[in-house]
């Protein structure tokens, strides 16, 4: 991947989250994605307020983190879960 190419699949998360289940639904995406050897980049909304409002307008959720691919909405962990265990990460992300 070129310096100019950005990852069509991004992450929106939080580097302050408080809560156990966003930290752990965090690192298990990233890890997912990894496995699978999908490209992402990370958003972090704790720092990036119109980030966050961007995120927020274009899937009508507050909850982190939020899965995006070319800057609409994909889902959450649970789709994102049950796309993995159905072997159909690429297919759910659109980028196969």
Same mark, same amino acid.
């Given at each position: 991947?070129?310096?100019?190419? %950005?990852?069509?699949? @991004? !992450?929106y998360?939080s580097?302050?989250a408080?809560?156990?289940l966003?930290? /752990?639904s965090?690192?298990?995406?990233?890890?997912?994605?990894?496995a699978?050897? %999908?490209?992402?980049? @990370? !958003?972090?909304v704790?720092?990036?307020?119109?980030?966050k409002?961007?995120? /927020?307008?274009k899937?009508?959720?507050?909850?982190l983190?939020?899965?995006f691919?070319?800057?609409?909405?994909k889902g959450?962990?649970?789709?994102?879960?049950e796309?993995?265990?159905?072997?159909?990460v690429?297919?759910f992300?659109?980028?196969?």
């Amino acid at each position: 991947m070129g310096d100019a190419e %950005v990852p069509r699949v @991004v !992450v929106y998360q939080s580097s302050v989250a408080g809560n156990r289940l966003v930290k /752990q639904s965090q690192a298990r995406i990233e890890a997912i994605l990894n496995a699978r050897k %999908v490209a992402f980049s @990370v !958003v972090d909304v704790a720092v990036d307020e119109e980030a966050k409002l961007y995120m /927020q307008g274009k899937s009508g959720k507050t909850v982190l983190p939020q899965i995006f691919v070319d800057r609409e909405f994909k889902g959450l962990i649970d789709q994102l879960e049950e796309a993995n265990e159905n072997g159909e990460v690429p297919q759910f992300l659109g980028v196969a």
